[in-house]
Structures are given as C-alpha cells and as structure tokens.
T-cell receptor, first 113, second 113 residues
C-alpha cells in the first residue's frame, strides 16, 4: 500500500541555520511528490512538486527538494531559515492518474531567534 | 480572487447532533475533497468528488456524508454516527489532471461537547 513517512515529528532550528526535512514514500510506480506548508489554524499551501524530469525541484519561499529514487526520498531543504518559516510541513504522494494525495503525519518546525 | 471558502471557521455542537460544513470554490475545478486533520495523524481523506452528482468514499468515510449538486459546492455533514467528530476539517479542490495539485480552504474546526 502507498504510504508516506516523515520521521521527524518536531524540529527546532536557529534563525539563519540550514534546514532539511525528511520524507520517505512507498509506492509501486514513479510517484508525484509534494510538499505543503501549514500555519496554525490555516489551510495548506503548496511549496513545490515533483512530477518528472530534473530531480532537484525549486519551490516558493526559497525551498527546494530533491527526489532520490534509490532511497525513495523527497527531502525538503532551505539554506537559511527565517522566523516566518515556523509552521507544519507535510509531504504527500499523488497516486498515478488520480488527484488523490496521501499525506505524511507532518513535521512541526520551530525557529529560534 | 479565486479560492476555496469554508464556513464556519469554528463550530461547537452537542453530542448527537448532525452538523454541516460548507465548502465553496470559484476556481472552476472539477474535483473536490474533504480531509480530516488530527494532531500527529496528518490528513486523512473522508470523501472526494470528481464530477457533479458523483462522489466516492475515502479512507475514513464512516459517520460522514456529502453531496455534490453543483460544481462549486461540496458540503460535508458530520453525523451523530461519527464517534470522534472533534477535529479540523479541510476542503480542497483540483483541476483533475491526474497529478494531484490540491488547493485548500482555510479549514473548519469542529468541537463536539
């Protein structure tokens, strides 16, 4: 069965530090992969997506993610975190030929000044 | 501006009462979805609809019902049969291109007393 794993429930970083949020998926075919961000009490906003092609994907707000087929991973990175990046981040896999997404359980990011 | 509007944002109900959450979109999207979000569990799919007058159960449909009489609207009813209805509910839509970029509303928080 398809699944998405975000092994880190909660991450704390200092402002200006680099960030990497981990995401691993289980899916029988080449997946469509997404990262979404959610501020408290709000809906989700798409950061970036991977469908095919270049495995390094650029997104909004200075985020990027790299698809590694051999590791079944799609980790999210940012070279320098800003206090406004504090939020919850969700990785998701799209099932081929549908618009249904399976979400990971999320990683909550806390940023210290 | 195009988007998804969910109402109400906060809702309190007594146990045993049915409640209906509204979701309206003006993005001209074909597909609409309802997700439930609980702390530490990510988002779980309740129901989805790809076309007017048709909808399918998601992973946790028990105790919920939906209708899709208009393309723009996809209301969710939380019935008294839902054993743990207190949660954050998110509505989403997509253009149904088979690749799953979802656009989300800002959510409705239901508390059952």
């Amino acid at each position: 069965a398809q699944s998405v794993t975000q092994p880190d429930i909660h991450i704390t970083v200092s402002e200006g530090a680099s960030l990497e949020l981990r995401c691993n998926y289980s899916y029988g075919a080449t997946p469509y992969l997404f990262w979404y961000v959610q501020s408290p009490g709000q809906g989700l906003q798409l950061l970036l997506k991977y469908f095919s092609g270049d495995t390094l994907v650029q997104g909004i707000k200075g985020f990027e993610a790299e698809f590694k087929r051999s590791q079944s991973s799609f980790n999210l990175r940012k070279p320098s975190v800003h206090w406004s990046d504090a939020a919850e981040y969700f990785c998701a896999v799209g099932l081929y030929n549908t618009d249904k997404l399976i979400f990971g359980t999320g990683t909550r990011l806390q940023v210290f000044p | 501006d195009g988007g998804i509007t969910q109402s109400p944002k906060y809702l309190f109900r007594k146990e045993g009462q049915n409640v209906t959450l509204s979701c309206e979109q003006n993005l001209n999207h074909d597909a609409m979805y309802w997700y439930r979000q609980d702390p530490g569990q990510g988002l779980r799919l309740i129901y989805y609809s790809q076309i007017v007058n048709d909808f399918q159960k998601g992973d946790i449909a028990e105790g919920y019902s939906v209708s899709r009489e208009k393309k723009e609207s996809f209301p969710l009813t939380v019935t008294s049969a839902q054993k743990n209805p207190t949660a954050f509910y998110l509505c989403a839509s997509s253009i149904l291109e088979g690749a799953g970029e979802l656009f989300f509303g800002e959510g409705s928080r239901l508390t059952v007393l």
